[in-house]
């Protein structure tokens, strides 16, 4: 199995490209379906979300011409199933947008149970009211969910939280009903603005993305478009930790930097120097980490994705830190690894208290999630001595050559998928 070996201690400097959202990709891929001509997407990320998403609609017909690692082709004018069942499916949270799109393209559709990191409960109730309120019949049956209308139609919908996943799903299942549908509650994260912009772009009729009232005139048939993926904000972010931890300097480049106040704010706050330009940022770390207080919150709060990256770099602060988790209610189990190299963090309830201690030091840890997996390698990066972090297929879901690029800014880092490989990176740079 491979992982990540890590000799620590060294400050990262020099530039690094920022691959496009994997968040905004994923719910991309399932619009493109849902018109007969060629969707044309750019600046996708080459990660295994990505790669899976892709591989699952085209089990269903849709014609995939894969141009490079970063663009493909889709066309949809050839899906002969509204079936999705793939195994692969239930490894993926965003399974859940071919329920929207193949509903209101074709009026019904048969999914896979969405599945992701065991970060905490995700309900769905709030994609399967918005379906209901459009006219659709939904039932869950062994592990499927099935969903089907006669005609789709625009009504008022308020969500009862606010939900990144079910403001995308019902755009997607909206975007071709009869008549007008407002969204009410919305989620107002930059991928649910690039949704709608290349939806647009496809011929649709939605105003207000970004905001908390989305509205929606359906309209009949879409049409093909060339469209570019945003910059990945949490990507972006975690460099910018990596360069607070290790005492670095990064110019972050290919970036939207009003994506990342929330983050820039916190690191400022825990003395670093940011330097914004038009499509990039500059972190500059202080001569010492001050601790700070971080709650998560939708967009444009602090990003639950970003928190555990955070975390890793306040095990460090001078100072006690606490981090409160209000989005997901499991994502604190990193903090378990973090404290085999040296961390004084315990949890109470859904936050984390941190207290400094100036320098962690190398161990063998393992990735739980996603998120917490590049915690663990921001902390590697900083800690005293080598770092092991196991099961890096985590990482590899939404981080695009995130080694090579690491070690384009000076990190010593590699892949290895053996114990001898492990002892000969040791050796070599021992």
Known sequence: ME????????????????????????????????????VTLENIPDVSDINQLIDAIETIGAKINRVDRHCVIINGGTINSCIVEEEQMRKIRASYYLLGALLG?????????????????RPIDQHLKGFRA????????????????DVLRGNNIFFDVSSVGATINIILAAVMAEGKTIIENAAKEPHIVDVANMLNSMGADIRGAGTDKIRINGVEKLHGTVYSTIPD???AGTFMCAAAATGGEILI???????????????????????????????????????????????????????????????????????????????????AELNRMGAITKVEGRTAIITGVGSIQGAKVKATDLRAGAALVIAGLAAEGFTTVDDIVYIKRGYERFDEKLSGLGATIAKVDSEREEQKFKLKVG
Request: net charge negative; with cysteine.
């Open 105 to 121: 393209k074709f009026g019904k559709a048969e999914v896979a149970l969405p599945g992701g990191c065991v970060i905490g409960e």
């Open 253 to 335: 480049k290919n970036v939207i930097p009003k994506h990342l106040e929330c983050i820039s704010s916190k690191l400022m706050e825990m003395g670093c120097t940011i330097i914004e330009y038009d499509d990039s940022v500059k972190v500059k770390a202080g001569d010492f980490i001050r601790c700070a207080n971080i709650k998560t919150l939708p967009y444009p709060g602090f990003p639950t994705d970003m928190q555990p990256q955070m975390a890793a770099v306040l095990t460090m602060a001078n100072g006690v830190s606490t981090v409160t988790e209000s989005i997901f209610e499991n994502r604190f189990k990193y903090v």
């Open 134 to 149: 459009l006219g659709a019949t939904v039932i869950q049956d062994h592990g499927m969910l099935n969903a089907h209308a």
């Open 3 to 38: 992982k990540y070996i890590i000799k620590g201690g060294t400050p990262l400097y020099g530039e690094v490209d920022i691959s496009g959202a994997k968040n905004a990709a994923l719910a991309l891929i399932a619009a493109a379906i849902m018109t007969d001509e060629d």
């Open 233 to 235: 904000q949490i990507e």
